[in-house]
């Protein structure tokens, strides 16, 4: 988690004058953590810091501090006596009010900034974040809010542009620390209008040619039009390495790509490697359906990765 930073700009460049509001400090039981942020406008907002009815009230106070001109704030919020909430703990919230030229003019690494002088705390804080010496974390540190600039730490390749391919973008895209790039063989496969915030588009006409192109550690859904596509995707996938590589598809489609995959030259364990099929089945075929199974195999993918654990047998199925 950390400052979306990007999209910061980009609200500000639609919308105007933004309010961004952070829970900077947490104490006891709250709906979420330190650094945990959502931008409000005045006709929407994005982003969530939980509690519906704490968010009702941060959402309340920052469009009024936007249309009456209002400046940064720091508010104290006691969940249960004030809100009247199930949680019993207490939240302080620092709201800001950001137009593009302030918004593009913060740092690209790490975000500080509070009243008066810096305290020498944070200043040792910053240089021991960007050497590598302590990992960076939100916090308030002497009133000054100290926050990592968020950037993309999941690199997902959705592999195919229809119903399916749409489906996971929509699905996946909103996810925190997700970098996703989206292959099809013509720009006119993908939907109009401009991609959703952290996608990237990349049409080509022979797509498993691009294989080579990603990180080694990317995780790739193969949910192209034709069987052939798919097939040449798992190849080069294959021979350049992944981190996890899951293809759409029936038993009947797996048997048929173990065949052909072994007569392409690999070995009889390569096939393993990749799951087939992605998803959960048993939820249906619909591509929305399908796109759920498919987020809750990738989450539990990346929870073994981050413990340092294989994917289970479960998981290649």
Same mark, same amino acid.
């Given at each position: 988690?950390?400052?979306e930073?990007?999209a910061?700009?980009?609200? &500000?460049?639609?919308h105007? *004058? ?42 309340r106070a ?23 909430? &199930?949680c019993?703990?207490?939240?302080l919230a ?7 030229? *302030?918004a ?7 975000i ?22 302590v990992?960076? *974390?939100?916090q ?11 950037h993309?730490?999941?690199?997902i390749?959705?592999?195919g542009?229809?119903h399916?391919?749409?489906?996971l ?19 006119a ?34 949910v ?9 995707? &798992?190849?080069a996938?294959l021979?350049?390495?992944f ?15 173990r ?5 392409a ?7 393993? *490697? ?5 998803g ?7 591509p ?30």
């Amino acid at each position: 988690m950390g400052f979306e930073r990007d999209a910061l700009i980009a609200a &500000c460049a639609a919308h105007g *004058r933004v309010a961004r509001v952070v829970l900077a400090e947490v104490r006891g039981s709250a709906p979420r953590e330190p650094g945990t942020a959502m931008l409000i406008w005045p006709e929407g907002q994005s982003g969530t810091v939980g509690g519906g009815t704490l968010e009702h009230e941060l959402t309340r106070a920052a469009r009024a501090a936007l249309s009456g001109g209002g400046a940064d704030r720091l508010s104290r919020h006691a969940l249960g006596p004030d809100l009247g909430q &199930c949680c019993g703990g207490h939240v302080l919230a620092l709201t800001e009010i950001y137009d593009s030229a *302030r918004a593009e003019a913060l740092p690209e690494d790490m975000i500080a900034r509070g009243p008066g002088e810096m305290p020498l705390r944070v200043t040792r804080l910053l240089a021991q974040a960007r050497n590598g010496t302590v990992a960076p *974390r939100a916090q308030l540190v002497e009133g000054w809010m100290v926050e990592p600039v968020a950037h993309p730490t999941r690199q997902i390749w959705i592999w195919g542009a229809g119903h399916v391919g749409r489906a996971l973008v929509s699905v996946l895209g909103p996810l925190p620390d997700v970098a996703i790039t989206w292959v099809d063989t013509d720009m006119a496969r993908f939907p109009g209008g401009n991609p959703p915030a952290g996608v990237t588009l990349l049409p080509a006409s022979e797509p498993a040619a691009l294989a080579r192109y990603a990180p080694k550690a990317a995780l790739h859904l193969i949910v192209t039009y034709s069987h052939a596509l798919d097939l040449a995707v &798992c190849d080069a996938l294959l021979r350049h390495g992944f981190g996890f590589a899951g293809l759409i598809g029936s038993q009947t489609k797996k048997a048929r790509f173990r065949k052909r995959l072994a007569e392409a030259g690999h070995g009889p364990d390569a096939f393993t *490697r990749l799951t087939c099929p992605i998803g959960d089945p048993t939820l249906g075929k619909h591509p929305q359906q399908i796109a759920l199974g498919v987020a809750v195999q990738v989450l539990h993918v990346e929870a073994q990765t981050q413990l340092g654990e294989s994917p289970t047998k479960k998981d290649r199925a």
